[in-house]
């Protein structure tokens, strides 16, 4: 085993020393390939095609600021690294803390003298910033051990071929553009007020609220309410539709509401922010259509992300955009209009997720440098929402699968977790979920499980494993017939055995006719 790795490992780098002297005796450019952006795509596709293939790559980013609303901010590592994903689920393990110390108590556990714990926000702050600071610094890092070289500053499209970083325009073979998007706020009357904040400056609050406003009915609107909640905050989320998590399965929306108002978070569904208006006590007065009047701390808007595609040359080269939306159109190959520039990770329409932007960067190194061009696989990604509790997916939700496959069984449960079966008095604020879509019988692909969902603990860990399975093609009857752990919550996967009951396609468009009735 040791000698076929070493011979593997051999293979590679043979390969990547063949292509690079066959792109030395071919180069034409400055570079084989320029990215715009160091996120987490342009750094993966960047060191993938310097390392994996011996390009000749150089990358431009923004210097690093821990909140980056102006375009002239940034740093390596994008928004997941620095004001995303890591921040979020560092606040999010710090918000359970206080619950985790109430629920000891039905355990046998107290302290002494009936001492409530206190937080120390800015200690809080201070060791999260050292974090993100330490990840931008270990993606230069990264950077240099693949030989890419580096640019800060802002960099933009001249013609297919040039870029220009600070008034220097390099050319390139290829031009790859990964710039990811920006949070914004709704221009409503007050939206400019001191106070107002996006997802960047909660995450950088030097105060923690005592009342706080979520805008938005988003995965990302959910994750900061249930976070700053758990630290004590009087959350309340607003979003105008009557469920959150719209192209959730409607099961896991209709859970996860119930769950949060169970703990305590204010939701107030169906309602639009109308006006913010400064109150003479320097708080904010946040006013809905329906009457709603809050007075706040701040007004936190999550509704939605615009991508960084605007003032990078892209238009004037002819690269195409959505003109809704803004963001870089794409082929399979992540290919634009202009046949050398290529776009991956957010800044174009696919899925915005950080694993699939290091997926959409491997595979367009392949494609420019491999010799093999190859398609980024979007089908079946597993991915998470971290509310509290956390929900986990794959595959497709109830309506789509019955669309999709003409009939699907629905398998669903619902139980309260072992931990709280002790008297901790939050048995029904972490009730578990898990659903699977199984095709039906006498439908093409029947047994097949195209759709699994959870609410509940650890829900993210468990839907990595079984992304894994259901990328494999697995059907119900492997899940049947695979010994379960005992005792885990995750053993119920293998021992759901009752249909819950079977929905059609035709059910869906009843539904939506119904629906549209209404």
């Known amino acids: 085993a040791g000698r076929r790795h070493r011979r593997q490992a051999a293979g590679v780098a043979w390969r990547g020393l063949r292509s690079a002297v066959t792109l030395a005796a071919e180069r034409e450019y400055d570079y084989d390939l320029f990215t715009i952006g160091g996120g987490s795509g342009g750094v993966r596709g960047s060191r993938w095609a310097a390392s994996q293939f011996g390009a000749k790559v150089a990358l431009a980013e923004l210097p690093f600021a821990i909140v980056s609303t102006k375009l002239t901010q940034g740093g390596l590592g994008g928004t997941c690294v620095i004001r995303g994903c890591v921040p979020k689920k560092l606040f999010i393990y710090g918000s359970h803390f206080h619950e985790e110390i109430a629920d000891a108590a039905g355990y046998g556990w107290t302290l002494p003298n009936g001492v409530e714990p206190e937080l120390d ?102 994750e900061f309410a249930g976070y700053f909640h758990g630290y004590g905050t009087e959350v309340h989320l607003v979003f105008r539709g009557d469920l959150p998590l719209r192209g959730f399965d409607e099961d896991v929306r209709s859970h996860l509401l119930e769950l949060m108002r169970s703990r305590g978070i204010h939701v107030h569904a169906g309602e639009n922010p109308l006006a913010i208006e400064q109150a003479a006590d320097g708080q904010l007065l946040f006013k809905t259509d329906k009457g709603t009047e809050l007075a706040v701390d701040n007004v936190m808007f999550a509704t939605g992300r615009v991508p960084n595609s605007k003032d990078v040359g892209l238009e004037g080269v002819g690269v195409e955009l959505d003109p809704r939306s803004g963001k870089v159109l794409v082929d399979e190959y992540s290919r634009t209009s202009v046949e050398s520039i290529f776009a991956i990770g957010d800044v174009t329409d696919r899925i915005q997720l950080t694993p699939v932007a290091l997926m959409e960067g491997m595979a367009m190194a392949r494609t420019m440098f491999g010799g093999e061009p190859v398609k980024p696989d979007h089908e079946n990604v597993p991915s998470a929402v971290f509310s509290q509790p956390p929900i986990g997916t794959c595959g497709l939700t109830e309506e789509e699968a019955a669309r999709k496959y003409g009939s699907v069984d629905v398998y669903m449960t619902k139980f309260k977790p072992m931990k709280h079966t002790m008297p901790t008095d939050r048995g029904e604020q972490e009730k ?58 995750a053993e119920e996967w293998c021992t759901m055995r009752t249909k819950t009951r079977t929905t059609t396609a035709e059910d869906v468009r009843a539904a939506k006719k119904e629906k549209v009735a209404a």
């Open 432 to 489: 578990i979920l898990m659903k699977m879509l199984v095709v039906s019988d006498g439908f093409e692909g029947a047994g097949r499980v195209v759709g699994l969902h959870m609410v509940g603990a650890e829900a993210g860990e468990m839907m990595q494993g079984l992304g894994v399975a259901m990328k494999a093609g697995a059907k119900k009857s492997d899940f049947d017939s695979t010994v379960g752990i005992h005792p885990t919550a």
């Open 121 to 222: 926000w800015q200690k809080l702050l201070r060791a999260k910033n050292a974090e993100v600071t330490r990840l931008n610094g270990i993606y230069k890092r990264l950077l240099d051990g693949a030989g890419v070289e580096h640019f800060e500053g802002y960099a933009r499209v001249v013609d297919p071929h040039t870029v220009e970083v600070n008034g220097k325009r390099i050319t390139s073979k290829y031009i790859c553009v990964a710039t990811g998007g920006r949070a914004t706020v709704l221009p409503i009357p007050g939206s400019d007020l001191r106070g107002v904040l996006t997802s960047d400056e909660a995450l950088a609050l030097p105060q923690q609220p005592k009342k706080l406003v979520v805008v938005g009915g988003g995965y990302i609107a959910v």
